[in-house]
């Protein structure tokens, strides 16, 4: 029995004698997330009933920790009036998120319930495409004006840090809220003992930020090489329009390693968690790209057959065809791979493409010469004195061209899809490894035509 549902019969003896002050201690006394994860064994009417009764900041608190589709359902369940007033306590991207999953007639009938300047605020969010940092940032900043005094920022950070994410960070806007400065909570402390001063003339004015119609990745690049922990969002004219959080951008490079992981497995994406996906969608996904990838080994199978006569002719070539197209395959999905991560991470962009071209061609050159002589000793081991050497210099030959050939592909191909606007994880080993055995394939026949015929 899990440690957590020990506490379930305790958890439902206060919800069946009501007992708010015990529940109340409870949801206190652990971390959220450890709350969470000791109702979810409840129902979610049952889970309602508790973060009614107890502090709405610390019920949203633990609320984020719920997996989507518990959100959703405690949402759909509850009273719309009193979720109405649950819903305005959580952040201004977390709640825009989980209204875009809740059944749009419960939606229609929440939004008019809601206070008019959140409702405002989530209509906006909703309006930023999907994948954007508009669409992924939080409205809940500390906003300062760049006339006050360090007297007026203390009172105004006492009146809006309720209901605020962070307030490490002081955003310094004008009066017509564009982005001027920043004050960190550090700066604000050391200037205490003189109240009278003006924050424009102790803020950092060097500021980086982030478009609203950026891609979120962008963002993630931002926090990770200045080590943020918010990047502030602003529109072209530079307004103030959020910030998107070090959580939030965990978050995003979370879900992009799952997806660049599906892709690289030839799989579509999942929008749901792995055991919540039915059989069959998780089947679809899978087959799309299965079926792409079987009729594009068709291609193989035609070459092999207009090479029939050559392969007739001489037997021993067909045993050392899996071993061509699968050192390709591997050589193209590693090449691949070292492009797609430094892609990923922003250690090269389309302008080195020159410069990747020139290092793969001299990393094929000595993968293919090193790969082509561990070739010729398995030919020599295998067939041994009963063929030709002369003869058997096609298997290293053959390597020595899949290899530089595979090593290129592998390398170029994403690049080739970032420039079209694609994602580079697209071209996933399984697909660099069906295009080397094509070209394997083409390049070992050929050279037996060539060396033997």
């Known amino acids: 029995m899990s440690p957590n549902t020990l506490l379930l019969p305790e958890l439902r003896e206060m919800l069946a004698t009501n007992n708010v002050e015990e529940m109340r201690e409870f949801c206190t006394a652990l971390h959220p997330a450890s709350v969470a994860d000791f ?9 309602w009933s508790i973060l009614r009764n107890i502090d709405p900041k610390i019920g949203a608190d633990i609320f984020s920790y719920f997996e989507e589709d518990l959100q959703v359902q405690i949402i759909e369940s509850a009273p719309r009036d009193e979720i109405a007033g649950f819903i305005e306590y959580l952040p201004s991207d977390d709640r825009v998120d989980i209204l875009d999953e809740v059944e749009e007639d419960v939606v229609d009938e929440l939004m008019p319930l809601l206070d008019p300047e959140d409702r405002q605020d989530i209509r906006q ?6 994948g954007t940092c508009g669409a992924e940032m939080s409205t809940d900043f500390l906003a300062l004006r760049d006339d006050m005094t360090f007297s007026q920022a203390l009172d105004a950070i ?9 307030v490490y960070y002081l955003y310094v ?12 909570a550090k700066e604000l ?7 009278g001063a003006l924050i424009r003339d102790y803020m950092k004015t060097d500021l980086i930020t982030i478009d609203a119609g950026a891609d979120r990745e962008d963002a993630a690049k931002l926090v990770a090489k200045y080590d943020f922990i918010a990047v502030p969002v602003v529109d072209h004219d530079g307004r103030m329009l959020g910030i998107i959080t070090h959580d939030d951008v965990l978050d995003t490079i979370i879900e992009e390693m799952a997806e660049n992981a599906h892709l690289s497995a030839a799989v579509a994406p999942l929008a749901d968690p792995y055991l919540a996906t039915d059989l069959w969608t998780l089947a679809r996904k899978r087959f799309t790209w299965l079926a792409i990838l079987l009729f594009g080994a068709v291609t193989t199978a035609l070459i092999l057959n207009g090479f029939d006569s050559v392969s007739k002719k001489i037997v021993w070539l067909v045993a050392f065809l899996p071993m061509i197209v699968s050192t390709g395959g591997n050589t193209g999905g590693q090449s691949a791979t070292l492009v797609i991560t430094a892609l990923a991470t922003g250690e090269i962009t389309l302008r080195d493409w020159w410069r990747i071209v020139h290092r793969e061609v001299l990393m094929g050159v000595l993968l293919g010469v090193a790969m082509g002589a561990c070739g010729l000793i398995n030919a020599l081991l295998i067939m041994g004195r009963s063929v030709p050497l002369t003869h058997l210099m096609v298997v290293p030959t053959a390597v020595f061209f899949v290899v530089f050939s595979s090593n290129l592909t592998g390398a170029l191909l994403p690049l080739i899809f970032q420039r079209i606007g694609w994602d580079p994880a697209l071209m996933s080993n399984p697909f660099v490894a069906g295009i080397s055995d094509t070209l394997g394939t083409l390049i070992y026949m050929l050279l037996a035509v060539i060396f033997l015929l």
């Open 158 to 166: 006492s009146k809006q840090s309720p209901v605020l994410e962070t």
């Open 173 to 184: 806007l004008n009066s017509v809220d564009r982005l001027v400065g920043l004050l960190s």
């Open 189 to 195: 402390l050391r200037h205490i003992g003189t109240p």
């Open 39 to 47: 109702l979810i064994g409840l129902t979610p009417s049952e889970i």
């Open 125 to 130: 969010l909703s309006s930023y495409p999907e």
